[in-house]
């Protein structure tokens, strides 16, 4: 099993910058792919950004140009730097990952999410 721990939301002037973090646990053999999704009120989720092993990003169009996604393979952990911020980016955050399991079983996880609001 892989457990998924995200923190570094919170509420956030437009215009400003938040950082998450989202570190992974367990038995993990190898993660292939991190990434976030967003989910805000009334809407559906979506995909923000996502990071492979060897580091090629893909950003979903609404966040081009603000947020940059990081990882540090060591520490099994994935990063979103999010700049630029506006109200429409309020939603909560979810953590998420593809894996290998040691019988070379692919697997996604997902965290819990972290709460990020954009309000003056």
């Known amino acids: 099993q892989v457990q998924l721990v995200e923190s570094g939301g919170g509420l956030v002037q437009p215009g400003g910058s938040l950082r998450l973090s989202c570190a992974a646990s367990g038995s993990i053999f190898s993660i292939y792919l991190m990434g976030w999704y967003r989910q805000a009120p009334g809407k559906q989720r979506e995909l923000v950004a996502t990071?492979?092993?060897?580091?090629?990003?893909y950003y979903g169009d609404s966040v081009k140009g603000r947020f940059t996604i990081s990882r540090d393979n060591a520490k099994n952990t994935v990063y979103l730097q999010m700049n630029s911020l506006k109200p429409e980016d309020t939603a909560v955050y979810y953590c998420?990952?593809?894996?290998?399991?040691?019988?070379?079983?692919?697997?996604?996880?997902w965290g819990q999410g972290t709460q990020v609001t954009v309000s003056s």
């Open positions: 990071i492979s092993r060897g580091g090629s990003s």
């Open positions: 998420t990952t593809d894996t290998l399991n040691s019988a070379a079983k692919p697997m996604t996880y």
